[in-house]
């Protein structure tokens, strides 16, 4: 699963991170989730703790996820909005932009002028924020 995948590689992040900055113990880390990314977060949940066990750094981490909107901006016309992805987007197409959210190039159009021509701005990927640790 995609889910597992990221876990291992928000763990690998954040272990390094914690080596850079001399921590032994990172107690919180906070994992910005970009809604194009679309990411089951129970199963991210589950795969980070899980994971967790094999860094001595990250044992009794908290996991915090914070969600970055969407925000999109029209190249033909500069508007700027923020998708109704549940709304405007069957299961296919947001399992699509889950593993590639550039794929939202090939769903969405400018609601002001309908062009497909637009950039995403916010809301995809998926961040660290700074750790707390000791």
Known sequence: MHEWALAESILAAADETATKEKLTT???LTINLGVLQNIDRPILRFALKTLATDHPRLKITKFIFKTQQT??????????????????????????????PEAALAYLRCPHCGSPDFHIQTGRGVTLAPLKGD
Not at 75 to 85: E, G, I, R, V
């Open 26 to 28: 990172i107690r919180e």
């Open 71 to 100: 925000r999109l901006a029209c190249q033909a016309c500069s508007h700027t909005w923020t998708p109704d992805l549940k709304k405007n987007l069957n299961e296919n197409q947001k399992e699509a932009i889950h593993f590639l």
